[in-house]
């Protein structure tokens, strides 16, 4: 999908009450990995990207991103929401990360929101800030993957600006008892 800011304005990412954006430091690499795993540990990305079903490969993965040349530290956040009650440790919900892919776009690495905080806009909230940081960086287009059968992302992805410009087929294994016997 791609995102072309000549045909769109990025609205200001909001946040509901209690939450926060983090800004991309080198030294929560370890937080944005813990949250990429809640994220998708459990989701059809996972089988699709399977670096994503495991804590290790998400902090590998996160290690790769980071590492690229092309890593762009205002496009990547993460979504946190302040403690409760007696439970005053603030807990990391979502994460996005972006990529510099030439003198003129960039593309969005991950975008997830952990299962508990899902629908509530985070999401949204989540690629918007992302778009402002691609944007700010002089990039003229954002491209992203999405997989087709998670209609809730594609939905997003669409109601800001997005539009399908390609779809590719990846295999997903078979994870069924009857596959591995």
Known sequence: ME??????????????????????????????????????RNELDSQVFPSLSSLAGCRRLMLEIASQRTFLPQATWLICRDGEGS???PVDCGTIQGLANGRD?????????????????????LVLQALAG????????????????????VELYRSVGFRLIRTTFRQVPDQSPAASE
């Open 3 to 40: 995102f072309n800011f000549s045909e769109h304005e990025v609205p200001d990412a909001v946040l509901p009450p209690g939450f926060r954006f983090v800004a991309w430091k080198p030294e929560d690499l370890d937080r944005h990995s813990v949250t990429k795993f809640g994220c998708f």
């Open 105 to 125: 776009a960039g593309s969005v690495q991950n975008v997830g929101v952990c299962p508990d905080h899902r629908g509530q806009g985070l999401g949204r909230a």
């Open 134 to 153: 691609f944007q700010a960086a002089g990039l003229r287009r954002v491209f992203l993957e999405a997989t087709a059968e998670n209609a809730p992302a």
């Open 87 to 89: 439970n005053t440790e």
